[in-house]
């Protein structure tokens, strides 16, 4: 009998503290706009600025487009993010940006993707890191389905989250910038997120920081000079065919479904691109990247544009957002340049375009954030 009571009251104290750690964490996640399902935020997307500080939430984009069907997509890292649903014909488009670190985690996407249905186009993003011997991008995509429970014990892992609890005030429900209701502590306090109406990035915080070019850049030259390994700018002179071969079996396999595509070279700042051709660390690697997509694109009678260097589209590095991102202003350059291609000259309207460029809200926004 006492060995039954012990149990008894074990269960219940441990039940007990169960039931409290959660309810604090559901009150905590509540207070850091934390404590939405994905199921949630799918059903609002169109009105939702997601900046999560617990969960990266690209996955959230694949669900809106097996909703959606937009006709032109964009597959790649965070480096075609800054494309906007504005700067096509009748907003058909979405920008799956973020889920694309390596060529694993694009076929993985494409997977899913063609599943549902197979887009009119799509703008493939590459990035040299992606065939980088020496860098190693694991798939994070491997179980798209994300534990809900488990945010209510990372949130007192989560050092940011802890030191904003402390300070409420700055936590906002509506984006000042956009309009749209934030979701997540870094849109919340930030102004930082995935627009989950089209996919793209605002960066609030740079946006209403307005830093000047050496601070912006100072953490990707940093990078370059270590070139640790495991990072994106670890040092390199020759690519990976293992990597080149599997992304050119993914084009290929693209191209059989129907689809149409459209492959361009991400842009880095006119004088980052200088420092890296000038460098003995990227120099080769960076010209084998550009040398050998085109090469490939080239046997794939796949439309191939090279904007590594962002003084090729007519832009400037103040228009950008860090050492290797471009903003909103650089990839409406790349969207008029791309849409001057048959495969996209009826997907993009290039007159509101050229207007939009010459008439920026500033370097890094060339269209209102609401939209």
């Not at 993707?113 to 992606?130: A, F, K, L, N, Q």
């Not at 994106?232 to 149409?260: H, M, P, T």
Request: glycine share 6%; aromatic share 12%; hydrophobic share 35%.
């Amino acid at each position: 009998m006492e060995y039954q009571r012990f149990v008894e009251r074990f269960v219940v104290i441990n039940f007990s503290m169960i039931v409290v750690i959660f309810s604090i964490s559901y009150f905590l996640l509540g207070i850091c706009k934390e404590n939405y399902s994905d199921n949630e935020i799918v059903q609002d997307y169109k009105n939702i600025l997601y900046g999560s500080a617990l969960d990266d939430g690209a996955l959230l984009k694949l669900d809106i487009v097996e909703k959606e069907k937009p006709k032109v997509v964009a597959l790649g890292s965070s480096r075609v993010m800054q494309f906007r649903a504005e700067f096509f014909n009748d907003r058909d488009f979405y920008t799956l940006g973020g889920i694309g670190a390596s060529v694993d985690e694009v076929v993985f996407a494409w997977d899913i993707i063609r599943e549902s249905y197979i887009p009119d186009v799509i703008i493939i993003g590459i990035d040299p890191w992606w065939l980088n011997p020496n860098f190693k991008q694991e798939n994070r995509w491997t179980n798209l389905y994300t534990n809900q429970y488990g945010k209510y014990i990372n949130i007192y892992k989560n050092k940011k989250i802890m030191k904003q609890i402390l300070n409420t005030d700055d936590i906002k429900e509506i984006d000042p910038l956009s309009g749209l209701k934030n979701i997540g502590l870094d849109a919340a306090v930030n102004g930082n997120g995935y627009r989950l109406s089209d996919g793209s990035r605002q960066y609030g915080k740079i946006i209403q920081d307005k830093e000047d070019n050496d601070t912006r850049f100072k953490s990707t030259y940093e990078r370059m000079d270590k070139g640790a390994v495991g990072d994106r700018f670890v040092w390199c002179d020759s690519i990976s065919n293992q990597e080149l071969n599997k992304l050119k079996n993914l084009l290929a396999q693209i191209q059989q479904s129907g689809a149409q595509i459209v492959v361009f070279l991400p842009p880095f700042p006119h004088e980052v691109y200088n420092y890296m051709d000038n460098s003995i660390h990227f120099h080769d690697y960076l010209h084998a990247y550009m040398d050998e997509t085109k090469r490939m694109c080239s046997d794939l009678d796949i439309p191939w544009y090279n904007f590594t260097d962002l003084a090729t589209t007519g832009g400037s590095d103040d228009e950008t957002i860090d050492g290797f991102h471009g903003s909103d202003v650089a990839y409406a350059r790349i969207t008029y340049l791309l849409g001057k291609n048959n495969i996209l000259t009826n997907y993009v309207d290039n007159d509101k375009l050229e207007y939009a460029i010459n008439h920026p809200i500033d370097n890094f926004q060339v269209i209102p954030a609401s939209k």
